[in-house]
């Protein structure tokens, strides 16, 4: 079973800057694909940003975080990243980064998940 934990949430005023980390226990990270979601109070768990095993691959983004996010990996530290940049309102929620052997957006097609990381920006 591959552990994922999450960090580097917090709380942020509308435009400015976050930058999670995932680091994953398994040792053969670089064949997983990997992936962050989010979900906020209320709402249904989100696909956020999603890259391949070998970053050859162009990464995929939702579209309302496309410009201000990039998702990014150092196999070599066993970490993901998600850089989120020009952060909203509406971006708070819940992140969580998952890992899946086939890349793509929907959070059933993932089978490992960390715990999630907080994310509150503030008006």
């Known amino acids: 079973q591959v552990q994922l934990v999450e960090s580097g949430g917090g709380l942020v005023q509308a435009g400015g800057s976050l930058r999670l980390s995932c680091v994953v226990s398994?040792?053969?990270?670089?064949?997983?694909?990997m992936g962050w979601f989010r979900q906020a109070p209320g709402k249904e768990r989100e696909f956020v940003a999603a890259i391949a095993w070998n970053a050859r691959t162009t990464p995929l983004y939702t579209d309302s975080v496309k410009g201000r996010f990039t998702i990014s990996r150092d196999n070599a530290k066993n970490t993901v990243y998600l850089q989120m940049n020009s952060l909203k309102t509406e971006d708070t929620a819940v992140y969580y980064c998952a890992a899946a052997t086939v890349l793509g957006v929907v959070a059933g097609g993932y089978n490992s998940w960390g715990q999630g990381t907080q994310v509150t920006v503030s008006s």
């Open positions: 398994e040792r053969t990270v670089r064949t997983y694909n």
